[in-house]
């Protein structure tokens, strides 16, 4: 029952936050701060979330990359360690 009302709560809070996010592409504000937090909040139980974050993480680093800002943007330990996500 907890672990329910915990799932309707990061939704309810996760995508509040992302259609705020959205909503700043076209209203002055932070876009592009405000879309990630809303989607790692729902990538806390959301698999879509996690996939459409890592796309956002991955562009950004392209796109830091290509600035060459790349100091900035250091790579994430458990990429560059193999981590569980490489099979």
Same mark, same amino acid.
């Given at each position: 029952? &907890?672990?329910? +009302? $915990?799932? !309707?709560? +990061?939704? !309810?809070? =996760? &995508?509040? +936050?992302?259609? !705020? =996010?959205?909503? @700043?592409?076209? @209203?002055?504000?932070?876009?592009?701060? %405000?879309?990630?937090?809303?989607?790692?909040?729902? *990538?806390?139980?959301? *698999?879509? *979330?996690?996939?459409?974050?890592?796309? %956002?993480?991955?562009?950004?680093?392209?796109?830091?990359? $290509? @600035?060459?800002?790349? #100091? &900035?943007?250091?790579?994430?330990?458990?990429? #560059? #360690?193999? =981590?569980?996500?490489?099979?």
């Amino acid at each position: 029952m &907890m672990q329910r +009302v $915990k799932r !309707i709560a +990061v939704m !309810i809070i =996760g &995508m509040t +936050v992302l259609l !705020i =996010g959205v909503a @700043l592409l076209v @209203l002055p504000g932070p876009a592009f701060v %405000v879309i990630p937090i809303g989607l790692a909040i729902l *990538a806390t139980e959301y *698999a879509w *979330a996690r996939r459409a974050l890592k796309r %956002v993480t991955d562009t950004t680093e392209k796109a830091a990359a $290509k @600035l060459n800002l790349r #100091s &900035m943007f250091p790579r994430r330990q458990e990429e #560059s #360690s193999g =981590g569980p996500d490489k099979q």
